[in-house]
C-alpha cells in the first residue's frame, strides 16, 4: 500500500508539475530572454504533445493504484477516479487532433488547459491510502 501511494505522489508530481513548468513558466521565459517568437512556439508545439502522453501514461499509472487501493468502482464514485478518466479522455483527444484526425487549433489550446487545471484539482485531494475517515 505505501509503494503505491508514493508512486501515485511521485506520478503526480511529475506529469502536473511538467505541464504547469513548460506553459507558464519555460515558454514565457524563452520569450523574455529575446527568442524568436516563432520558434517558441515550434518548442512549445513540440513538447505539448510530449507532456500531454506523458500525462496520460502517468495518470493511467494512478488510475491503477486508486483501483488497487480502492477497487474498479472508485474510478466512477471516487471524485478522483472521474478527474483521472477526464484527463485519460483529454489526452487522447488532444494527441488525436495534433495527428490530424480533426481539424480544430482551438481544442489542442483548451485541452491543454484543462488537463492541467485538472491535476491541480487532483493535487489537492487526499492521496489514496491516506484518506482520514
Not at 6 to 27: D, K, R, Y
Not at 61 to 87: I, K, P
Amino acid at each position: 500500500m505505501r509503494a503505491g501511494t508514493i508512486s501515485w505522489q511521485l506520478a503526480q508530481t511529475f506529469w502536473v508539475g511538467g505541464l504547469w513548468l513548460l506553459q507558464f513558466v519555460m515558454l514565457p521565459a524563452l520569450a523574455k530572454i529575446g527568442l524568436a517568437p516563432m520558434l517558441i512556439d515550434e518548442i512549445g508545439n513540440s513538447l505539448r504533445p510530449l507532456l500531454v502522453g506523458f500525462a496520460a501514461f502517468c495518470v493511467a499509472l494512478q488510475a491503477l493504484v486508486l483501483v488497487q487501493l480502492g477497487g474498479l468502482r472508485s474510478l466512477w464514485e471516487d471524485l478522483r477516479g472521474q478527474l483521472l478518466l477526464t484527463v485519460l479522455l483529454l489526452a487522447a483527444s488532444h494527441l488525436a487532433v495534433g495527428a490530424g484526425v480533426v481539424e480544430s487549433p482551438y481544442w489542442l489550446v483548451f485541452s491543454y488547459l484543462v488537463i492541467g487545471l485538472c491535476g491541480l484539482v487532483l493535487v489537492v485531494q487526499a492521496t489514496p491510502g491516506r484518506e482520514r475517515p
